[in-house]
């Protein structure tokens, strides 16, 4: 009996022990962070852990019994149990899980075959791994290696096009048929191109590195160092002479690049072919005038002096025909005169040595030679001026005399006798504006578009006399537009016309500070 | 009317004034206009001749016309420039040219005045040479 009651006791004892096993698995079970549960050879769910409950959805109430098909897809899960069984556990394997609400969540399962003592298969054990915030941080790890990739190949193709560019640039500077020459911020040559090399005959590196101090000294160099200065001044258009025979036009043009100092880039263009044809043109201009003048002068200065009487006594009938021929001889002579001026505007170089003047003096000389004929032709004239002293203008004197006599010329020779001729001058502020008003015929509507081009002559007009060139209005616009100023006109058929032009005015003192 | 080959025309007393122009006609004229003046004249045709009457016979003024064959008016003025006993004489161009560039490429090689025949008459220039040497 005593062994009886060992034997109780020992089995009160073990029972004892196994029921604290039991609640140590349990508690560990429930300890558990990873879902984990067990599943009957029937694929019924026969156990599960809170961590479970966590992640389907199902109370641990709900879950026992469930088939597993309810919570996995059918053939993942199956394929999971049949690897199971061939191996006997499984350490990972990628499936998803479908929680109560529906949602499928990637997990990775891991699995083990249990085996009763006669080696019956009894259930597997399931262990689950959420993978959603893996999968997450794989798919935010994609994108930011995608867009990583992205970026190289952005900084890529932006290398790439910042190379192109840079060929480009330095294509067109390397075949520019100007000479560059770019100074840094401390006034360092840094790059110069070979039609710089070819200008001075020097190798760049010889050049590159060397401040405008150091340059002086080389050969050809001072023209350009004394025009530019050590600082590089502002320079438009200025010419110089290399070498005897080669003409270079000088600019320079500030590189802004956000300092207090910019670089500087120095162009020098070659104008050696300009010059000799503008000496060619002025040679010619020159030979054209002396063979189309001289005759016009001889016969000029023959007529006054019969007319002067001193070649003798002359008839007062003879007298009457050497004046008409003296007007001819005149009209020929302003036609010569108006195409050789013609001339000299398309060789860009009409205006010559401006000054600064009183507009009123120009206009008031013009004035004084016409009030006779104006009076002569029964035509009122008015001269208008502003009470206020105007402005001075910077003019070629000569150029806008004639602007005036040109304007003066028209509106004597298409006013009829009777009418008016009214000359004004108002301060503009800005700029002067000279008007000539007549009560002349007109300009017809359909030709007021070409009354400023070359050889123009209106039809009203060719009636009424043939002496004109066509050339005085185009001559006109050129030297006001030369000026920096504008012409216009309003007109009305029989009834007259407005010429209106504006000169610019530049103030003295502005004049007088651009020479340092 | 009276012509002249290349020479010298006396006139006691009175201002010289050398003519290089190669137009006939202008010349003639030129020549009656001033001799009626009172002036003495020294002609030639063109730069060359008249460069060895200047040199003979040194004139109070000098007429110069610039297109004339052998040696032109701008050569003239650049060999007189260069010459101690020829700088000083006053010269008046005649021309039948006269662009700005022109004009101021004869008055820096010394030439005081340059009229374009076609916009002066005899009597303007004999008011210009006056204007010059009284």
């Known amino acids: 009996m005593a062994v009886e009651k060992k034997e109780d006791e020992k089995i009160s004892t073990l029972l004892e022990d196994l029921d604290s096993l039991e609640n140590y698995i349990r508690d560990l079970f429930a300890f558990l962070p990873l879902p984990v549960f067990l599943l009957s050879p029937a694929k019924i769910i026969l156990e599960a852990n809170p961590a479970f409950e966590q992640i389907t959805g199902y109370g641990v109430e709900e879950s026992i019994g469930k088939s597993i098909e309810d919570i996995f897809n059918a053939e993942e899960i199956e394929s999971l149990i049949q690897e199971t069984l061939e191996k006997g556990s499984i350490r990972a394997k990628a499936i998803f899980l479908k929680t109560k609400s529906g949602e499928k969540i990637p997990i990775s399962a891991a699995t083990m075959l249990r085996k009763g003592e006669e080696g019956d298969i009894v259930g597997y054990f399931f262990s689950l791994f959420n993978l959603t915030d893996i999968k997450k941080k794989e798919n935010e790890l994609i ?215 009183d507009i009123e003096k120009i206009v008031q000389s013009v004035v004084k030679s016409y009030k006779e004929e104006f009076s002569r032709k029964d035509i009122k004239f008015k001269f208008k001026v502003p009470a206020n002293k105007l402005p001075k203008v910077l003019v070629d004197v000569e150029k806008v005399g004639l602007v005036v006599e040109n304007l003066f010329d028209n509106a004597l020779r298409y006013t009829p006798s009777g009418g008016e001729v009214i000359v004004s001058l108002k301060d503009n502020k800005k700029e002067i504006e000279i008007s000539v008003k007549d009560s002349g015929v007109g300009i017809p509507e359909e030709q007021k578009e070409k009354i400023f081009t070359k050889f123009f002559r209106a039809n009203n007009i060719l009636r009424l006399d043939t002496e004109g060139s066509g050339l005085g209005l185009f001559i006109t616009r050129n030297i006001v537009e030369a000026h920096g100023g504008k012409i216009w006109f309003e007109s009305e058929m029989g009834k007259g016309t407005v010429f209106h032009l504006t000169l610019p005015i530049k103030k003295e003192f502005e004049e007088f500070l651009k020479d340092f | 009317m009276s012509t002249f080959l290349y020479g010298v025309k006396y006139n006691n007393m009175a201002q010289k004034i050398a003519i290089m122009e190669d137009e006939e006609l202008i010349l003639n004229l030129l020549e009656r206009k001033l001799i009626k003046e009172g002036y003495e004249l020294l002609v030639a045709r063109n730069g060359e001749e008249g460069l060895k009457l200047i040199k003979e016979k040194k004139p109070d003024l000098l007429l110069l016309d610039i297109i004339m064959p052998i040696k032109g008016g701008f050569e003239v003025l650049e060999e007189m420039q260069k010459d101690d006993n020829l700088k000083d004489i006053p010269i008046i161009i005649i021309s039948n040219s006269g662009q700005p560039v022109e004009i101021d490429k004869a008055q820096k090689l010394g030439a005081k005045d340059w009229l374009i025949k076609t916009d002066f008459d005899p009597q303007e220039v004999i008011d210009k040479i006056k204007k010059q040497i009284g």
């Open chain 1, 143 to 357: 994108n930011t290696q995608k867009s990583l990739l992205n970026i190289l190949e952005d900084t890529e193709s932006a290398r790439k096009e910042v190379e192109t560019e840079r060929n480009k640039t330095l294509s067109i500077v390397n075949n520019f048929t100007d000479g560059l020459l770019l100074f840094d911020k401390e006034r360092k040559l840094f790059l110069a191109n070979p039609q710089i090399e070819k200008f001075f005959g020097i190798e760049k590196e010889k050049i590159i590195g060397r401040s405008i101090k150091e340059l002086a000294p080389l050969p050809g160099f001072s023209s350009l160092t004394d025009l530019l200065g050590e600082e590089i001044k502002e320079a438009f258009r200025k010419e110089i002479i290399f070498k005897e025979k080669l003409n270079l036009e000088v600019s320079t043009i500030s590189i802004a690049s956000g300092g207090e100092k910019n670089e500087a880039l120095v162009i020098l263009h070659d104008i050696t072919r300009e010059k000799i044809v503008e000496k060619m043109k002025t040679e010619f201009v020159s030979l054209a005038a002396h063979q189309l003048r001289t005759p016009l002068s001889a016969i000029k200065w023959t007529l006054r002096m019969l007319l002067d009487g001193d070649l003798g006594e002359i008839t007062r009938e003879q007298r009457e025909f050497i004046e008409k021929s003296y007007t001819s001889n005149e009209r020929m002579i302003n036609l010569i005169n108006d195409l050789l001026d013609v001339t000299r505007i398309e060789e860009g170089r009409y205006l010559y040595k401006p000054v600064m003047t």
